[in-house]
């Protein structure tokens, strides 16, 4: 089955690298640089899943601020670099954090799932 990601990470190197990786495996992944952006994605387009990034930048809302505001029946996945920096207030949002470096095949099991 074919998924279609919604990316979110204010690294662009991260953002295109895991793009070309998953896209090896037949995930269609759209990307977004901000909470801003992926909130404008979600309006007009469809995905099965967001992944995003815990700190999206100075300015920017959290990755689970952004988590809340995904429609209801959509895989919602956190994911950061800086474990230490995670505020609580995830529960709820998804089961757990996972820590970059991520291996594609979570991410694979995790859209199959």
């Not at 070309?20 to 469809?46: N, T």
């Not at 700190?55 to 994911?79: A, F, H, N």
Request: aromatic share 6%; glycine share 8%; hydrophobic share 40%.
């Amino acid at each position: 089955m074919t998924h279609r990601l919604l990316l979110v990470d204010d690294d662009p190197n991260l953002r295109l690298a895991l793009r070309r990786v998953l896209e090896g495996f037949g995930v269609s992944v759209i990307l977004a640089g901000s909470a801003s952006q992926a909130l404008h994605l979600l309006e007009i387009s469809s995905f099965d899943a967001v992944l995003s990034d815990y700190d999206l930048g100075s300015g920017s809302q959290t990755g689970v601020q952004l988590l809340r505001q995904v429609p209801e029946g959509l895989k919602r996945q956190l994911m950061t670099g800086n474990p230490d920096a995670v505020e609580e207030g995830w529960s709820g949002v998804t089961e757990r954090i996972w820590c970059k470096p991520i291996e594609v095949t979570t991410i694979i099991a995790w859209l199959d799932s």
